[in-house]
């Protein structure tokens, strides 16, 4: 469980800084949607005959709308029968997946507010009438639950659709023809999710927190650069953080922007991290030096503030705490906190590089370089020939000890193997873990591995024929919920969308690039 | 079970008398209300502590606006804690009694549409926020329910209020100062009843139905004329009425004036009767010839309509299943409808009258003779002392036809009281009844009675802390309903106002009428 709750918490905003995060906002695309067919009782009608069917107490019809989409949705409700001589009660449902649908709602016990589940009642007084529900959704499938109507009259949907919105925009990818249609599939709905993802801001996923967090905008941004390059909306994400920090110069794990921009009371020290890789790989495709200007200290600063927290090379055991990793609750992670230090030491001289200061840099690689010894020291146990946190043994700590060189490529794949042959080790819980396990099989040349696993695991979430990646995912659980009830699950979640940028930077052979007009510049 | 569907029915339209009834139309008079106290847990609290009040998953409290309002609520609701990082679910229940929370309202099985209930839920995205609901609801109490809630928050109603409305006018009512207690409570809670019913037009509850009924408007106009003199609200129901019946020239039973001025499918003969009365009772009151002129052909083909299903001075036995008269399914209707038959002449003659019609007057003085013989002949048995529709005993079928002479005041009173004692024989279900059975006693002289009875029964309502009097009602059986299910019973309902008529109109000597300063003419 994660609920971080600081009494009296304010964050300290910059005007400045946010001034230039919002003149970065991006314009929403937007797109109308019919539904293709809806179902009725177990059968499936195609959309045209929807108007026909009169609805009364208690029926239920589910509409597909054929895709994925984040926005709005609009009934028109008609009457057939008597004139009206009662309210129409009438609740919707509004689900990324068909199986979310066969849930029981009402049972949701976790301890994620069930405020998320997106079911929503309204009396309609006047038919006929169109109801357009200001909430944003994300869905692809509306169901319509007649809770109330008289016995005088029925209830026709006489028009449904959809607007579909995001700051993605689809003419900037690159099409790429993949020769394999799995791969094509997983490559697309990477690439849905994450355009899904792509709102006013980087959003971790429309359903559920509909928020900017960075761990997810570390991974949106390195796909968006493959694809929709929103670098507009990078920019403004990057100067959120930087804009309503903690009072002491932390950034927050995630800025809300609504009312108003503030930064969480929450703070995770590997997300705060991971400022460092984002801005360097921003700058790096935008050429943004105003950027690299603002926000380089803040940057840095981050840094500073866990190396404080560090010892002979080594972050504090507790000081791992404040360390996301992965949702697990029996993982120790401390070992893979000093994996991720190590990483973002790597990305501070690359900033620092950037900013053309080479002494700062060489005192980073240099100081990468003990922590890494340290690392070793501590961790690496050669008999057994993996590392240890604490005396446990997980994935996630082979993982990010390979990434950051603590192990060689050579040493970190057998230690993974051999991770995995332990028995009751703390499993991987999100693709966003998936992801890092996926880069540490890439560092030690374990391609076709790689692409094994990456069919068997963000393969196996489209196997029902969803259209995006899932925030979380185990094929052998698949109801399984890091939030006590899977009715929240998040079906479209921002961290999952890394398969296309790994198929593009690690498999070009797997694909066939297509020439394409461009009809634009990218955002900038 | 009242439930009147016919295919393709269109009413026949008069634009001219709907322009009529639209340049009728009340003005609203608005009152803004806060709570005077809330319940949390079992503990009423006082109102100004409510915004101190911190609401987390699951929590609740009852505002209690201290009187019956029909009108709107605005609830502003404050965060606590950390930001807001989760909708606020909250579900309101608008109750006119206490009571009606209680129940439990997922259990509604009725025939009437649960989308009565007065229940309703809200997704607040984005805190602090006002919640100002567009319907209309009827309620004294507002309970507020917390769904959905994060755990890094809570919810603070900071203000409530209620915007209560009505187009009658307390200005004009006397003040009538009630030597007894109980009898000022009723006379009170009689004219609540009807100024909330008053509204764009005479509203059969406003809790339920929110509709013109005829048969109400009757009681509703005769308690009017004592109290806010509404004529223009009156004038208007007429113009409704005559201005979209059916297409064979017959009074809809009730007429919609949303979205559009339709009358309904609905015929209840003894309400097309009521139009005859409701006319007479006005123009003179009023004095409104324009009206008499317009709308007296309508009324007396009402009555002529009836009177084609009449045979040998008696209504058809098939005909008298298109009465109302009770809420009573195991009633045989036959002798009460042949009663209100017999009444309607009598409105018919006293129509006639006012149009100078005398020889008209005189004929329906001669039919309501010859309908008064047949039923003695049909209905009365001499030698029990009471009468009998088709070997029936009810009260309704004595209390119908001593009103309409057909026994004399003194068999009356003798067989209303022998059909009491009549074990099984069908109960007066309804306050509308209830009057009618009044009105008899009183016509046999039996005011004692009468006011006791108006005690036992209206007053009873009040027992529990009532401020307006209910649609139905067994003191006997506080939770029956003739609509399977007491939770979509009304309880401030117009045929329920006519205490205080009878009481100003038969018991001058119980009160003191007090002098008023009028601020303004009647509202012609």
């Known amino acids: 469980m994660l609920v971080s709750i600081i009494p009296g918490f304010v964050p300290q905003n910059d005007p400045e800084l946010l001034e230039k ?150 003419d900037r990818v690159p099409e ?148 996301f990793i992965d949702w697990s609750d029996d993982l120790d992670k401390w070992a893979a906190a000093q994996g991720i230090v190590i990483l973002a030491l790597n990305a501070a001289e690359r900033l620092c590089g950037l900013l053309g200061d080479t002494e700062r840099a060489g005192d980073c690689r240099k100081k990468a370089e003990e922590f890494r010894r340290a690392a070793r020291a501590e961790f690496y146990d050669p008999e057994k020939g993996l590392c240890l946190s604490r005396g446990q043994v997980s994935l996630h700590t082979q993982v990010f000890l390979t990434l950051s060189g603590v192990m060689t490529p050579e040493e970190g794949i057998l230690a993974i193997r051999k991770a995995e042959e332990v028995p009751g080790s703390p499993g991987m819980m999100t693709p966003y873990m998936h992801h890092y396990y996926l880069l540490a099989l890439l560092m030690a040349g374990e391609k076709d591995a790689a692409l094994h696993h990456m069919r068997l695991y963000w393969g196996s979430m489209l196997e029902g024929g969803a259209d995006t990646f899932f925030e979380a995912w185990d094929p052998e659980d698949p109801t399984s919920s890091p939030y006590g009830g899977s009715q929240v699950n998040s079906y479209c979640h921002a961290w999952s969308c890394t398969p296309a940028r790994i198929l593009v930077e690690y498999y070009p052979e797997q694909y066939l690039e297509m020439p394409v007009e461009k009809t634009q510049e990218a955002d900038t």
């Open 176 to 323: 790429r023809r993949f020769f394999e249609k799995d791969l094509q599939r997983i490559y697309d709905a990477s690439l849905m999710t994450l355009s899904e993802c792509t709102q006013d801001v980087m959003e971790d996923g429309p359903k559920r927190d509909r928020r900017l967090w960075l761990g997810d905008l570390k991974l949106q941004a390195e796909t968006s650069y493959i694809s929709f390059q929103s670098l507009s909306v990078i920019r403004r994400c990057l100067y959120l953080f930087a804009g309503s920090r903690f009072p002491d110069g932390r950034l927050s794990a995630n800025v809300f922007t609504d009312p108003e921009i503030a930064g969480d009371d929450t703070y995770l020290m590997d997300y705060a991290l991971f400022f460092l890789d984002v801005l360097c790989d921003y700058v790096e495709h935008a050429g943004d030096r105003e950027a690299l200007n603002d926000l380089h200290e803040t940057a840095l600063f981050q840094m500073e503030y866990v190396l404080e927290r560090c010892q002979n090379g080594l972050i504090s055991p507790e000081s791992a705490g404040d360390f």
């Open 21 to 170: 995060a919002k003149a970065s906002r991006p314009k929403l695309n937007k797109m109308q949607l019919a539904p293709l067919r809806y179902l009725s009782g177990d059968t499936w009608e195609a959309a045209e005959g929807l108007k026909e069917k009169e609805l009364g107490l208690g029926d239920q019809v589910t509409l597909d709308f054929g895709r994925h989409a984040v926005g709005h949705v609009s009934l028109d409700f008609g009457i057939r029968g008597s004139h009206q001589d009662a309210p129409l009660w009438v609740r919707l449902e509004m689900a990324e997946r068909l199986e979310e649908l066969e849930e029981r709602w009402d049972t949701y016990r976790g301890w994620i507010s069930p405020s998320w589940l997106q079911r929503e009642e309204y009396h309609l007084d006047s038919l006929p009438c169109t109801l357009s529900p200001e909430r944003r959704f994300a869905f692809r499938y509306v169901r319509i639950t007649v809770l109330g109507v008289s016995r005088k009259f029925r209830v026709t949907v006489n028009k449904a659709e959809a607007i579909a919105q995001s700051a993605a925009d689809w």
